[in-house]
């Protein structure tokens, strides 16, 4: 069964420093989208990305954060001079189209000490 | 007012007990519907999708009114394996929208 894959599955960073999280959406899906979960807290849209471009954002999605579609395949969410409050776990999904079930990647979790 | 809303939980229930969830949204632009679970530091996956028409699975029945913007979901004959987080989840143009999720635990 396909599958949303992300790597690594946890990454620990000091502050200040970038981190670049890598998602491999299912191959022919088409909308992709970055959320992160604070342990404990609510699932919190980040960004949606549509026709390799970014189709809605959130307000936690500021200047610090950008995301990539590299090549046919990689999505990546980068988070520039990270700060405390970023730990969390951030899961890529995907779908095929903009009404359909989306598909979660199993997370990265993001230590930032 | 939150765009998704559901019962703050925790639910305590006896397994084999029939549980239900409730969920409102505020945005009648709102166009799919559907329950996910979260198990405690996994991923969110599909449960089911939820239709005005109603749809069930199993021990899993989904409702949705649009009228009245809510979407409910019932769990008979629960089972410990049911412990998880239940996520509501509204689709708004091509933006997916997470309630905060309502923490079930089955006691044996």
């Known amino acids: 069964e396909p599958e949303v894959t992300q790597t690594p599955s946890h990454q620990v960073t000091q502050m200040g420093q970038e981190v670049i999280l890598r998602c491999v959406p299912i191959?022919?899906?088409?909308?992709f989208y970055w959320y992160r979960q604070i342990l404990g807290q609510k699932v919190e849209f980040l960004v949606s990305?549509?026709?390799?471009?970014?189709?809605?954002k959130s307000e936690i999605f500021d200047d610090q954060f950008s995301v990539e579609r590299p090549d046919g395949s990689n999505f990546t969410l980068k988070i520039r001079s990270t700060k405390l409050e970023d730990s969390a776990m951030y899961f890529c999904?995907?779908?095929?189209?903009?009404?359909?079930?989306?598909?979660f990647g199993q997370g990265t979790r993001l230590t930032v000490v | 007012r939150k765009e998704v809303e559901q019962d703050p939980g925790p639910f305590n229930v006896p397994e084999g007990a029939t549980v239900a969830f409730n969920c409102t949204y505020s945005?009648?632009?709102?166009?799919?519907f559907f329950w996910y679970r979260q198990d405690c530091r996994k991923e969110p996956k599909l449960l089911m999708s939820?239709?005005?028409s109603g749809n069930e699975d199993g021990r899993f029945t989904a409702q949705l009114n649009r009228a009245s913007q809510y979407i409910s979901l019932l769990i008979r004959d629960s089972k410990l394996s049911d412990s998880a987080t239940y996520l509501c989840?509204?689709?708004?143009?091509?933006?997916?929208?997470f309630g905060k999720g309502t923490r079930l635990h089955i006691l044996p």
């Open positions: 999904a995907s779908r095929r189209d903009s009404q359909g079930e989306a598909f």
């Open positions: 191959s022919n899906h088409l909308y």
């Open positions: 990305f549509y026709n390799n471009e970014i189709s809605e």
């Open positions: 945005n009648s632009a709102s166009q799919s």
């Open positions: 939820v239709y005005s």
């Open positions: 989840v509204v689709n708004r143009d091509d933006k997916i929208i």
